[in-house]
């Protein structure tokens, strides 16, 4: 070395010192010439603004990678992340850009998925992606909402201000509490209630849906008969304008008597008569004058009219009702039909006989005496036996109660109504045997409309025979009014 010159001496000391302080840079910077271990990972956003190539790549705060490249494709920002080799992501993770602080630089922080989910390979793509918000769309709607609020501000202190304003916000605010306590009162009272009318309109809407899946040619038969319906009214429509054009036209009675000045004239001569003929009945002349005149007279048709008033208010208050129902029941498989007549001579009370057909047949229990002096008990049950029902029921306000015969054997009732009676929730118990569990029944009666009601509930839900069914069905209800009207229409033959 003592052969080199200075200049040859100065210049290796200098390369040395350029390789040190190569070496220690890639130390510090944490660089290298190989390719760091991983794998890389795509990911596409819609704007990369502000982000920059080999910043961190985080999971919950902790360093995982590096981007290591952004470029443009197909319109979107390509991220190629590198991932280290010891964090696994599967496929269901997504990718959000994120800022440190809020003027600070931006970063990819990646959430993890299920762990159930596909790994992600080498390659693949992160499909979840949240964009970043830069500063400038956050100021421009940061202005919008300043503007809204200010505008709305301007129209509240138009509305409130002044003592009118204040006054009427005042009221406004008091009633609300009003309203909130109220509500709240009542919904405290009838929790109970309110709750169970919820599951069981659910438990009914479920049935519905199951009817609508198995009864839908029947429901597309209905809307056919609705069309045609429609389609009658049309025809009536055109009809009563066709009798409207020609009573306008002066055809017929009604039109001559509108249009003909004749008519019109006879009229008025009809009502001048009628008017001669009060006048004199109102100065007492004849018959029907003294009887509209005379005190006497008029006291006794009072009091008359006021026995007969009586009379037929009892005979308006005395109803009767034809009723009929089927239940089908879901765990037989079959149909159990009610015919019921109620009789109610008062609104209070009335009285129920009904006629039932069970499927399950009507048991006899026989007492057999064998020879050896013991008894063997056999019970038969009769398929073809009809079931009679004879109650007595008495309303309380919402309740009514009832006793007597349910199906030819002795119980009880209770009825709860609701909704101006449209709808009702009852519980029936009756078949006390001392063998077996009593026979409870609750079902809930809804009528959408005045005739027809739909009905749905469980039947001898304590069976210990294995009877209990849940059931849904319909009925049909007429009043004597309605069955008198029906019996009118019907045509004679002569």
């Known amino acids: 070395m003592s052969n080199l010159t200075v200049e040859a001496k100065v210049g290796i000391f200098v390369v040395i010192g350029i390789l040190i302080l190569t070496y220690m840079s890639m130390r510090v910077g944490g660089l290298s010439f190989k ?23 985080e999971i919950a705060g902790v360093e995982v990678g590096r981007v290591r490249r952004i470029s443009l494709e197909n319109g979107k920002a390509l991220v190629v992340l590198r991932i280290n080799s010891n964090v696994k992501l599967t496929k269901d993770a997504k990718a959000v850009i994120r800022t440190k602080g809020i003027l600070g630089d931006k970063y990819i922080e990646l959430v993890q998925g299920s762990p159930s989910a596909p790994p992600l390979k080498d390659g693949d793509r992160i499909v979840k992606t949240v964009p970043t918000t830069d500063m400038d769309t956050l100021m421009i709607t940061l202005d919008e909402v300043a503007k809204n609020i200010n505008r709305l501000t301007d129209s509240l202190a138009n509305v409130i201000g002044g003592e009118k304003g204040e006054a009427s916000l005042s009221s406004i605010v008091d009633n609300i509490k009003e309203m909130v306590e109220t509500l709240n009162r009542t919904v405290q009272e009838n929790n109970d209630d309110v709750t169970n009318i919820i599951a069981n309109l659910s438990e009914f809407s479920e049935t519905l849906n199951k009817i609508g899946d198995t009864n839908r040619e029947d429901i597309r038969g209905i809307i ?44 008025n001569k009809a009502l001048a008569s009628l008017k001669t003929i009060t006048d004199k009945i109102n100065r007492g002349e004849g018959s029907i004058g003294k009887l509209i005149n005379e005190d006497e007279t008029v006291e006794n048709i009072n009091t008359s009219l006021v026995s007969i008033n009586d009379y037929l208010q009892k005979q308006d208050d005395y109803k009767t009702y034809v009723d009929y129902r089927g239940e089908y029941l879901f765990d037989s498989d079959e149909l159990k039909s009610y015919l019921s007549l109620r009789i109610q001579p008062k609104e209070d009370k009335y009285y129920l006989l009904q006629i039932v057909d069970d499927p399950s047949g009507k ?11 013991t008894t063997t008990r056999t019970v038969e049950t009769d398929k073809d036996a009809l079931k009679f029902s004879a109650q007595i029921a008495k309303r309380y306000y919402d309740i009514g109660l009832r006793g007597g015969l349910f199906e030819s054997t002795g119980g009880v009732g209770l009825d709860y109504y609701l909704f101006s009676d449209r709808l009702t929730f009852s519980l029936e118990a009756f078949d006390f045997d001392p063998d077996r569990n009593a026979h409870l029944k609750f079902k809930a009666d809804y009528r959408p409309f005045k005739h027809i009601y739909i009905t749905s509930g469980f039947d001898d839900f304590i069976s210990d025979e294995g009877k209990e069914s849940f059931f849904i069905g319909a009925g049909i209800s007429f009043a004597d009014e309605d069955i008198k009207s029906l019996l009118s229409d019907i045509p004679i033959p002569k």
């Not at 596409?44 to 961190?56: H, I, K, M, N, R």
């Not at 026989?366 to 050896?372: I, M, P, R, S």
């Open 35 to 57: 390719r760091a271990k991983g794998y890389d990972l795509n990911v596409y956003f819609d704007s990369a603004t502000g982000l920059a190539e080999d910043v961190q790549v």
């Open 224 to 267: 056919s008969n609705v069309r045609k319906a429609s389609e009658k009214m049309e025809v009536l429509i055109a009809g009563i304008n066709d009798i409207t054009s020609k009573i306008n036209q002066g055809k017929g009675s009604i039109g001559k008597l509108v249009n003909e000045e004749e008519t019109v004239d006879n009229l």
């Open 363 to 373: 048991e006899e229990v026989k007492d057999t005496k064998n020879a050896d002096g």
